[in-house]
């Protein structure tokens, strides 16, 4: 049966290998429209050539490196205000800008070029204009300094300059008053600057002083001078202290504040800095300093000594300041200009090298004769769309008015050439195909798990999660995302990670919230508060701490139970009882169990379709039947006594009246039926007949497990041998060799078996620890259950309880706060990593004979050739 | 007993009637219904397990609702 009868989402597309045959002139195109199709899958026709020995990696390169080229230019719009980039003006093929690649080529390169060198210039200019700018602090302060501090000097020296001498007297003064400052400064512990010290330590003073060789009294005069500059403002206590230091003390520091930030010329950051001087003496002191000022990445500023070529200097930079912004500016303009011309345009031109880059990566997969001048293509295409690849071709050779007609021909498959798995998917399915693949994908026409999955995966995540009121808010969440779809496809990859994940799942999260709803009135938790709709069946009496059913209390000491018990559900009257979680527990056990093995069955029920579709006759008789019956014998029985278990009233008068009549433990059942087999305890008796029963299931059960092992790989034997003998009779008549069988492979009996041993290990063992691993379920939930519990009990009822009406209102924010991070977010994700894993082992390994080592089908299509390299 | 009677006899009702329903939604596009088909076989099973394994769990309770509090 090659059709595909129930639905193509349950098989893959069959697959045909395709060689197309196109025109030198049409290639471009043609491959164009074949990416746009987005159907054809090119198989690799140069394997044995490198990348780089392909004829068209020159041009992959050169697209590659105007992709570098377009990400600097997007880089620098991105870094420049009230500018966007303009949607791309591809519409299909055909469409958009029809410039050539070589044309663009040039005009990037060359834009590329004079950005650069404007980036280049800009960037001088404004360290130029940082360093004006931290120069005419300097002279500001120093000029202010110099002009508030001589007191002294007023007197001494009325016009200051090179030429005029200040008196002697004062000049000495001053010096000494320098001097005496900084002595007393070695003195201190602590260097405190006081600001209103009447020293006059002006370098006009100084300079006029010093300058008066053989002054007495003064011998280092002539060696004393000064640095100024800036520094960042936390680094000046550790300056001083450095600076005193490695001075012992012998120089003088000043600073002065700069309100506002400055821009560093260096790194070009904004910094809080300060305007110092430094006052020193001696040529080895001067060494020290300059040192330290490097150190402390300070940046010294010569300041003239003195007031009028302050003056001077000030209005200099005031000027040049002028001059640099105005320059700055038409820089900024013209940069602007040509950036705004290329936002317009970048997203189309990124567009079209991708695409071009993507056909140039597949013209290097290509064979080209060169006798006829035509490229030929080996493609894998679904059968369904030979017509679609045909017209594909059609289009691209009118579009680029080739002479020669394109040709589609169909290929035979050869031994070698395994189909590609192609699930046609819509946005409903393609997550659910997902969730299976991130396992493996199905060989070329396996069964797909994936229908299968749509609705188990959600339930069992549900098993989980069962709470009405979670299942509400997940469904109502996932609801709101696919009532938006269309607005969150337009966002695209503009979402958050976590959002995209989420948007990506939305139809999974929504059948996973409308199971937990179900299965929370099954549970019968409402935020786990349980809800009473049917009315319980329970009442508490007088006569005894347990409850009896409400139409069976005729005797209330006997605690009868209730003759209809709830109807959906379980009875609210547990939530509250002592025995509640016993009996939570003792059902989610079973559960879990009962679903856990029928989805088991239903998988290995899959192996046998697959073992039909491809015409195994030995997988089914010697592979699925004994793997049927092991599995049914162990644990189709244990699913059989807790179904009777349940149904058998040992609540009953003839039960308690008989004393072998109590309810056995049903572990202790299925190990006993093993351990002792044909000898069955008087407490374990659950149906005549069953000690017959159980040795008849150990025996077959045991059985089946050499069954599954040896007829298969020497059934395969004995038929290879057969085909050999035909062959060696074939080789008589005929004289060409023909050494392989119609396989291609040589048989090796070693691997076949080692193989089939594996396999059955794995499947007798792994339906033990599989039946184990679905009491996750139970877990789970339990999990859910009790901390869903904890958070209510702790964090409503316990501020209730307190009567302060702020503890209320910070518990219920601390409940709602706890209840979406901690089970909405968290406890719904490792429900939902469990679900995974249930299908992934538990479900698929019973099917997927090689863990799912096919391969998956990825045609040639632009929108995957655009995403590539998109970081 | 009845009920669980009754309940089967409802989730299979209502499980004939999702299979119609969809079979007749998706009558142009066999892909679809199959998948459609399948769902709903699948979800009707899984609900009916959850409730009747439920149910039978309460029919005959081997153990009584305890009040809390109580020693």
Known sequence: MRTNKVGTLFRSEDMVLVRLYFDRAAAHDTIDELGELGLVQFKDLNENQSAFQRTFSENVRRCDDMLRVIRYLTDQIKGTDHLTLAPSAFHGPGTGPTFRLDDLDGHLNSLEHSLLEMNGNAEAISTQYNETIELRCVLERAAEFFRSAPRMRNSSSPSPGPGARPQRGGRSGLIAGVMGEISALSDAPTIVVDDESDIDVSPNAFNSGFG?????????????????????????????????????????????????????????????????????SGSAVKSKVSKICDAFNANRYVVPEDHASQMTALTHCRTRLADLEAIMETTASQRSEILRGVSQQVLSWTEKVKRDMGIFHTLNLLNYDTSHQLFIADVWCPESAQDDVRNALEIGRRRSNAQVPSVLEERPRGPKDVPPTYFKTNKFTEVFQSIVESYGVAKYQEVNPAPFTIITFPFLFAVMFGDIGHGILMTLFAAYLVRNERHYNALGKRMGEMMKTCY????????????????????????????????????YTAESEMACGIDNCVNPASVLPPLAPYPLGFDPAWKSSKTGLIFFNSYKMKLSIVLGVCQMVMGICLSYRNAKFFKQRIDIIHVFIPQMIFMNAIFGYLVFIIILKWFTDYNSAECIADPNCSPPDLKSVLIGMFMSPGNLPADMVMFPGQNTIQLFLTIAAVIAVPWMLFPKPLILRARHNNRKRYMRLADDEHSTPYDDDDNGEPFDFGEVFVHQMIHTIEFVLGAVSNTASYLRLWALSLAHAELSDVFLEKLIYGSVSSGNPIAMMIGFFMWVGATLGVLMFMESLSAFLHALRLHWVEFQNKFYLLHGDGKKFEPYTHTSAEEDDDP | MGALFTGTVIFLVLGLLAYFVVSAIYRNDKDAQGLGQLSVVLATVCMYIMWATCFLHQLHPLVRPIKEGAH
């Open chain 1, 504 to 539: 990506d799942g939305r139809y999974v999260i929504l059948l996973m919230g409308i199971f937990s709803i179900y299965t929370g009135f099954i549970y019968n938790e409402f935020f786990a508060v349980p809800i009473d709709i049917f009315g319980s069946r329970w009442k």
């Open chain 1, 212 to 280: 008066a060789a053989g002054d007495s009294g003064l011998r280092m005069s002539s060696m004393l001078s000064f640095f100024t500059g800036t520094i960042d403002r936390e680094k000046m206590s550790s300056f001083e202290r450095v600076l005193f230091r490695a001075t012992h003390g012998n120089c003088f520091v000043r600073f002065a504040d700069i309100g506002g930030k400055l821009v560093d010329p260096e790194s070009g950051e904004e910094r809080d800095k300060s305007v110092f001087m430094v006052f020193f």
